[in-house]
């Protein structure tokens, strides 16, 4: 999205539409301000999303993965549909591969554990483990301890 193809958030809110009944001039004010933000927020998140798909698939280059499709869930039924979701609306992690056959896509491998089923302190993962950096790590004197987390780098 280029800086300069849009037209300023401030005029684009002066085209909402006309005064609401009863509406006194400092509330239109305030309105047209709010949304003039609104469409600055929605921009920004827009950017944000770009340059996330765009760290992504430099992974996956770096990597050498063609083809490969990330999938993100939110706002969309697929994590409920897949029973991921907990009832304090977190998601648990999953990894699912499908198979395109002709024309047709279906689920070939599944696999979540969730929340309730991991120990205490412990994320929720698979057994055998699909990353076994995890299991490696739980395997020393230490553990991989409880503010370890995986990252796309580390510092030297």
Do not use: C
């Not at 909402?16 to 949304?35: F, M, P, Q, T, W």
């Not at 056959?101 to 483990?129: C, H, I, N, Y």
Request: no cysteine; charged share 30%.
């Amino acid at each position: 999205m280029s800086a300069q193809t849009l037209k300023p958030a401030d005029k684009l809110a002066e085209l909402a539409s006309n005064a609401l009944s009863g509406e006194s001039d400092a509330y239109r004010v305030a309105r047209r301000a709010l949304l003039a933000e609104e469409i600055e927020f929605r921009r920004h998140m827009t950017r944000v999303a770009e340059q996330r798909r765009a760290r992504q698939l430099a992974f996956a280059q770096e990597r050498g993965w063609h083809h490969l499709d990330f999938v993100q869930t939110a706002g969309d039924d697929y994590a409920n549909d897949l029973g991921l979701l907990n009832p304090d609306g977190t998601e648990n992690p999953a990894l699912v591969v499908y198979r395109r056959e002709g024309d047709t896509v279906r689920l070939f491998w599944s696999s979540a554990v969730k929340q309730a089923m991991a120990d205490p302190g412990q994320d929720p993962r698979d057994a055998p483990d699909i990353a076994s950096l995890w299991s490696i790590l739980d395997l020393t004197p230490e553990g991989r301890g409880t503010d370890w987390y995986l990252k796309l780098a580390y510092s030297q």
